[in-house]
């Protein structure tokens, strides 16, 4: 088995991006694909070292991109002003998002009939925008993502499938939250799970998370858990 990587440009209008694209040269093509969307800080080594997971596990795995090539933040203000004009205009993020989710699909490594995006935080929210969008793919995986609805997408239908994998105290997505979010899925016919992990808060996945006064603390158990579910989807997805 070798792990290959390549980094892919693709543009949003005039906006350059940068993606990579993670893929086990020993298996045939196409595969499946799955879509990385990242937190708050902009494509980094947490989401390509996601994507080098997945495509061990089988999968053609694209980490996109949605600040802009080689934009990135340094830290919590830098990455709340890159983060906080997308929250703003909903549509521009939705369209960026469908915008590398093609990029993917036009890898030779990609099934483009075959594909799924997961999201951790920020990208959490970002994949249950793509699914709200009523985009065709086979299904979204949310890590303690974010859930305010994001007030365009009200009377589409959810084709993708939709797991969202929450840390139960979490500051930022509580849970009258999650409740909001199951009925906001169900009004969409989406077929949807929400598994919520006790005594668990935000950034749950993150190794260098551990500020309890911002809510953000890693759980080596709910990290370890909600991988498996998301394995388990994914498998359910494109092979059950």
């Not at 802009?68 to 919590?76: A, E, L, Q, W």
């Not at 490594?109 to 997961?118: G, L, P, T």
């Not at 139960?168 to 849970?175: G, I």
Request: overall charge negative; charged content about 20%.
């Amino acid at each position: 088995m070798a792990i290959q990587n390549r980094l892919i440009d693709y543009k949003d209008g005039d906006v350059v991006l940068e993606g990579m694209l993670a893929w086990d040269d020993a298996l045939p093509d196409p595969r499946p694909g799955v879509l990385v969307s990242h937190a708050w800080g902009g494509r980094g080594d947490f989401e390509d070292g996601k994507v080098n997971e997945l495509a061990g596990l089988g999968y053609a795995a694209f980490a996109l991109d949605l600040y802009g090539k080689g934009v990135r933040g340094t830290g919590p203000e830098e990455n709340a002003a890159l983060m906080q004009p997308f929250l703003d205009d909903r549509t521009m993020l939705q369209n960026r998002l469908l915008v590398s989710l093609d990029a993917m699909r036009a890898q030779e490594q990609v099934d483009a009939a075959r594909v799924a995006a997961i999201g951790f935080c920020f990208g959490g929210l970002c994949v249950l925008d793509i699914a709200r969008t009523g985009a065709d793919l086979a299904g979204v995986v949310s890590f303690h993502g974010l859930f305010g609805a994001p007030g365009n997408t009200a009377g589409n239908k959810a084709r993708a499938r939709v797991l969202a994998l929450h840390g139960w105290d979490d500051p930022m997505a509580r849970p009258d939250d999650a409740v909001a979010l199951a009925k906001e899925l169900t009004a969409m016919d989406a077929d949807w799970q929400i598994h919520a992990y006790g005594n668990t808060m935000h950034a749950f996945t993150n190794p260098d998370a551990n500020d309890k006064q911002m809510g953000t603390v890693y759980d080596a158990t709910a990290d370890r858990r909600s991988w498996t579910a998301m394995q388990n989807f994914l498998e359910e997805l494109f092979n059950g």
